[in-house]
C-alpha cells in the first residue's frame, strides 16, 4: 500500500497530479521568500551593517595570518586577553581528552552524556569562583538564555541594566517575569526600580547585570549594587564573560574586583574568551539554582554535552590560573601601556583599566575607514557604530592580550599615530563628538579617504564596509 499525499490526486491515466492549492503554494513560496530575504539583506547593506568575515589562515594568537594578505598581521580584536587560545599545555590538554575520552557524546547530558571530566570541570569551576556548585552549557548565550526562565515566573521581577549583553536581553524575554531596565550604572535608577517591584509584590528580585560591558570597558558597581540587593531583598545575577581569569587581583573576576565576591549569587560566563577560547559556558552560584537548572534550562536539556576536548583543555586552563597570577598581571600591565601611549598621542579613549580599550572616532565613516589603512599598514582591528553602540560614538575597540610583547604594542601605536596623522585625526581627537567642528572634520577626512587611491580597491575587497559585533 502506499502514502499518497493528501493534496495529490490520481488523473486519468494514473500519474499523481498537484491540486491547484498545491501548485500554486509551491510557486509562490519560493519568491516571496527570496524577496523578503533580499530586500532585508539590502537595509543592512544601506545601513553599513553588513558583516563581512575576514577568514584567518592560522591559529589565534597576536600575530595570525589572514587569506589575501601576504605577511600576518598584528591582532588587536580578539577576546583572547590572556594568550590561551593556541597555549600549547591547553592544546595538549585537548589531544589527551580526545585519547582518552573520544571527540564526542553524540547525547545530552541527562542521557548518556556526561562523562567524568566534566564532572570534574563543574567542581574546578565552583573552586575558582569559591561557589557552591556549577553547570556547563555549550555557550554562555544559552546559560543566559536557559536561567531566566527556569528560576522567574509571572511573581517575580528582574532588574537589567540598559546596556546589557543581547544574551541576556534574550534571556530576559524568555520568562514571565516583571521588567525593569534602569539606566546604564545608575544607582539610583536601579533603587527606584527596586523599590517599585517591592511595592508591588514580587516575590524574587534579580538584579541582572554585566560585570564588565563590552563596548566601553565599563565595570559595573558591584559593591553597591550588592548593597542595594541587601537593602531591598533581592538577588544578584553577573555575566562575567569579560572578565573572568584577569579582572580582580587574582582573576576571579569582577565580584573580587569590587571587594564582593562571595555576595554574588548567580555568575555566568564563558570557556570561549580568556579561558581559552574555544567553546562552552557556565552558570555557577548556590547549589539549588544549579540543581533546578538541571532540570528546567531548556539549552542543558535539549543540547549536546561539551566536547571532551574542549572539557579537558579547559580543566587545563582552570589549573594554569590557579597556579599563577603571571597572566593576569602581564595582561594588566600591557593594558596599562598601551591606555597610555594612545592617550600620549592624541587620541581619546574611554577611560579605565580594562583591557578594551575602545578609540573614540565618533563618525562611522572616519572609523571604518581607519580601520581599513590600519590593516593595510598591518594592524587588525574592527569598527563599531551605530546600533552597536550609541549614535555619534563610533570607535575602534582594541582588546589587549597577555600575549602581545610590548614591542608589538608599540608598534600598533606607532601605527595608530600615523594613520591618525594622515587622516587629520589626532588634533580633533579632543573635539566633541558631535560638535560642528568635528562633524566639519568628519566630512572632509571621508571625502579624502574615498578620493585616496586604495579606497576602491579595498571596497571591492569587501575590507571597506563597518564591521560590526555584538560581543
Not at 580526545?98 to 557524546?105: P, Q, V
Amino acid at each position: 500500500m502506499t502514502c499518497q499525499h493528501p493534496l495529490m490526486r490520481p488523473s486519468q491515466h494514473g500519474i499523481m497530479r498537484a491540486t491547484s492549492s498545491s501548485s500554486s503554494a509551491t510557486h509562490a513560496a519560493p519568491g516571496v521568500l527570496r524577496d523578503v530575504v533580499e530586500s532585508q539583506l539590502e537595509s543592512i547593506k544601506a545601513a553599513s551593517t553588513y558583516k563581512h568575515e575576514r577568514v584567518l589562515t592560522t591559529p589565534q594568537s597576536t600575530s595570525i595570518g589572514v587569506r589575501g594578505s601576504h605577511a600576518h598581521v598584528l591582532n588587536l580584536c580578539a577576546n583572547n586577553y590572556l594568550g590561551l587560545s593556541n597555549h600549547p599545555e591547553v592544546v595538549q590538554a585537548a589531544i589527551d581528552a580526545i585519547r582518552s575520552h573520544g571527540y564526542g557524546l553524540s547525547s545530552v547530558r541527562f542521557i548518556c552524556g556526561t562523562q567524568d571530566v566534566h564532572k570534574a570541570l563543574e567542581a574546578a569551576i565552583a573552586r575558582f569562583h569559591g561557589t557552591q556548585d556549577a553547570i556547563l552549557f555549550p555557550s554562555c548565550f544559552d546559560a543566559n538564555a536557559g536561567l531566566f526562565e527556569s528560576l522567574l515566573t509571572d511573581a517575580d521581577a528582574v532588574l537589567s541594566d540598559e546596556l546589557n549583553h543581547a544574551s541576556i536581553i534574550d534571556g530576559i524575554r524568555l520568562c514571565k517575569a516583571q521588567r525593569y531596565r534602569y539606566r546604564h550604572m545608575d544607582m539610583s535608577d536601579l533603587e527606584a526600580k527596586l523599590k517599585e517591584a517591592t511595592d508591588k509584590g514580587a516575590r524574587i528580585k534579580l538584579i541582572a547585570t554585566d560585570g564588565v560591558f563590552s563596548m566601553d570597558g565599563h565595570i559595573a558597581p558591584l559593591k553597591e549594587i550588592v548593597a542595594l540587593a541587601k537593602k531591598y531583598g533581592a538577588y544578584t545575577f553577573i555575566d562575567e564573560c569579560h572578565a573572568t581569569g584577569f579582572v580582580g587581583r587574582t582573576g576571579r573576576g569582577t565580584d573580587e574586583q569590587c571587594g564582593v565576591q562571595g555576595q554574588v549569587d548567580i555568575i555566568n560566563s564563558t570557556l570561549g574568551k580568556a579561558l581559552g577560547g574555544a567553546t562552552g559556558g557556565y552558570t555557577t552560584g548556590r547549589k539549588e539554582v544549579v540543581d533546578l537548572l538541571r532540570q528546567r534550562a531548556r539549552p542543558y536539556l535539549f543540547s549536546n554535552t561539551l566536547a571532551p576536548a574542549v572539557a579537558g583543555a579547559s580543566l587545563k586552563v582552570f589549573e594554569l590560573l590557579s597556579r599563577s597570577t603571571a597572566l593576569r598581571d602581564t595582561l594588566e600591565a600591557n593594558t596599562s601601556h598601551f591606555r597610555r601611549r594612545m592617550t600620549g598621542a592624541g587620541f581619546t579613549i574611554k577611560p579605565g583599566t580594562h583591557p578594551i580599550v575602545p578609540v573614540m572616532l565618533g563618525d562611522a565613516a572616519v572609523a571604518g575607514q581607519m580601520a581599513a589603512w590600519l590593516l593595510q599598514k598591518g594592524i587588525y582591528v574592527i569598527a563599531f557604530s551605530y546600533p552597536v553602540v550609541p549614535k555619534g560614538q563610533a570607535r575602534i575597540r582594541c582588546q589587549i592580550s597577555a600575549g602581545h610583547t610590548r614591542e608589538q604594542l608599540d608598534a600598533a601605536v606607532d601605527a595608530f599615530t600615523e594613520v591618525g596623522r594622515d587622516m587629520g585625526l589626532i588634533k580633533y581627537g579632543q573635539a566633541k563628538s558631535g560638535s560642528l567642528m568635528w562633524r566639519s572634520h568628519c566630512l572632509a577626512v571621508v571625502s579624502r579617504a574615498r578620493a585616496h587611491a586604495g579606497w576602491h580597491q579595498m571596497k571591492s575587497a569587501g575590507d571597506g564596509g563597518v564591521l560590526q559585533d555584538w560581543q
